[in-house]
């Protein structure tokens, strides 16, 4: 590269959990810098899940989303790398940062593709959904693993 990388900026904590974690999550699902508004659907849903999870459930609404979260991290993912003509799929570890901005994306896409009435309940329908490790960003997870075990005899390449 010709320039040297790019300082990581610090993340301020969310007013209400005073957790970094959210702010992120909160930052992507952000749409044209309106992040009180993202702030707003994300407590929206947390309320929502609050509300529809199991009486048997002592666990809070941040729990669950963090549980969910955990859920559609993916551990392994492909990357393509050119030897001879050849293009080939090699398995890669993905770094802790990667896994983390790879699940939050993810569970964003999905819920944007529900057919729920307003965001929040979307949001919500879908962190209940991974925390029960059911939903599309799951099995958006699954298929990654899928794929790097299927191309397991190629991780010999690895760059």
Do not use: C
């Amino acid at each position: 590269m010709r320039k040297r990388a790019a300082k990581k900026r610090v993340l301020l904590p969310d007013p209400k959990f005073n957790d970094q974690l959210v702010t992120r999550f909160v930052n992507n699902l952000m749409w044209s810098g309106k992040k009180s508004v993202a702030f707003k659907v994300f407590y929206d849903a947390l309320e929502i899940v609050e509300e529809r999870k199991g009486e048997g459930e002592e666990k809070s609404a941040l729990e669950i989303w963090k549980e969910g979260l955990s859920n559609v991290m993916p551990h392994v993912e492909v990357r393509s790398r050119r030897v001879g003509g050849a293009t080939f799929q090699i398995p890669m570890q993905i770094r802790p940062d990667r896994k983390v901005s790879m699940a939050i994306k993810w569970m964003i896409l999905y819920t944007r593709k529900r057919n729920e009435k307003t965001m929040a309940q979307r949001l919500a329908a879908e962190i209940l959904a991974a925390a029960k490790e059911e939903g599309a960003a799951v099995k958006k997870r699954t298929d990654t693993h899928k794929m790097a075990e299927a191309n397991k005899a190629f991780s010999h390449f690895r760059f």
